[in-house]
C-alpha cells in the first residue's frame, strides 16, 4: 500500500513565522502536489514537483515556495505565515505524470494566530 | 469560472436509502477520480474511470464522457458513509497529472 505521510496533523504559527510543512511518500512516485483546502473553495493546487529539484506553480503559488531535495520529500514553505494562510493542508503523490490516481496524506491544519 | 460542478452540496439520508451525487464538468478530460474524506481530513481514492461503469461493494461510479457526466451511487446507505465525496477529474490540458476539483458534496447518513 502507498503511504504518504506528513509531518504534522495540528500546527499553530504565529504571523510572521517561517513555517514548513513535510511531505513523505514510500513509493518511489515521480509526481508530488501540495494543496490547500478551504470551506467553500475545494482543493486548490499550490506547487506540483514531477522530478527531484523540479518543480512547478500551481493555482495559488503565492506566499509559498517549495523543496524537493530527495524523491521522497516534498516541503512546503511558508517564508511569513499570514493569518490568510489558515488551512488544511494537503499532499498527494502519484507514480508518473501520465498517472491520474493520486494518494492523499492525511493532511495538516494550520491555524496562523 | 467553475469547471467542475457537484450537486447537491449537502446531503442528508437515513440509512438504508440509496444516493446519488452528480458531477458534470466543462473540459476534455482523460480520466476521473471520485475520492472521499472523512472528518478529520484524510482523502482516499475511491475510484478512478474513464469510461462506463465501475462497482466496488455498495458503491457505484458511472461517467458519460460525451456529455461530460459522471455519477457516484451508494446502495444501501449506511452511517459510517457520512463524508465529504469529491469528484476530480483529469484535465488533457494539465500538465504533469494534475487534478480539478470539485467543491464536494457532504453526505450525512442518519441511523
Known amino acids: 500500500d502507498v503511504k504518504v505521510t506528513q509531518s504534522s496533523r495540528y500546527l499553530v504559527k504565529r504571523t510572521g513565522e517561517k513555517v514548513f510543512l513535510e511531505c513523505v511518500q514510500d513509493m518511489d512516485h515521480e509526481n508530488m502536489f501540495w494543496y490547500r483546502q478551504d470551506p467553500g473553495l475545494g482543493l486548490r493546487l499550490i506547487y506540483f514537483?514531477?522530478?527531484?529539484?523540479?518543480?512547478e506553480k500551481g493555482d495559488i503559488p503565492e506566499g509559498y515556495s517549495v523543496s524537493r531535495e530527495k524523491k521522497e520529500r516534498f516541503s512546503l514553505i511558508l517564508e511569513s505565515a499570514s493569518t490568510n494562510q489558515t488551512s488544511m493542508y494537503l499532499c498527494?503523490?502519484?507514480?508518473?505524470?501520465?498517472?491520474?490516481?493520486?494518494?492523499f496524506g492525511p493532511g495538516t491544519r494550520l491555524t496562523v494566530t | 469560472k467553475n469547471e467542475v460542478e457537484q450537486s447537491p452540496q449537502n446531503l442528508t439520508a437515513q440509512e438504508g436509502e440509496f444516493i446519488t451525487i452528480n458531477c458534470s464538468y466543462s473540459?476534455?478530460?482523460?480520466?476521473l477520480h471520485w475520492l472521499q474524506q472523512h472528518p478529520g481530513g484524510g482523502i482516499v481514492s475511491l475510484f478512478m474511470l474513464s469510461s462506463g461503469k465501475k462497482k466496488h461493494g455498495r458503491l457505484i461510479a458511472t461517467i458519460n464522457i460525451q456529455e461530460k457526466h459522471s455519477s457516484l451511487h451508494i446502495t444501501a446507505s449506511h452511517p459510517r458513509d457520512s463524508a465529504v465525496y469529491i469528484c476530480a477529474p483529469m484535465n488533457y490540458g494539465g500538465s504533469q497529472g494534475n487534478l480539478i476539483f470539485g467543491k464536494g458534496t457532504k453526505l450525512s447518513v442518519k441511523p
Open positions: 473540459v476534455g478530460i482523460s480520466a
Open positions: 498527494a503523490s502519484s507514480f508518473s505524470p501520465t498517472s491520474v490516481e493520486q494518494y
Open positions: 514537483s514531477y522530478d527531484v529539484k523540479m518543480k
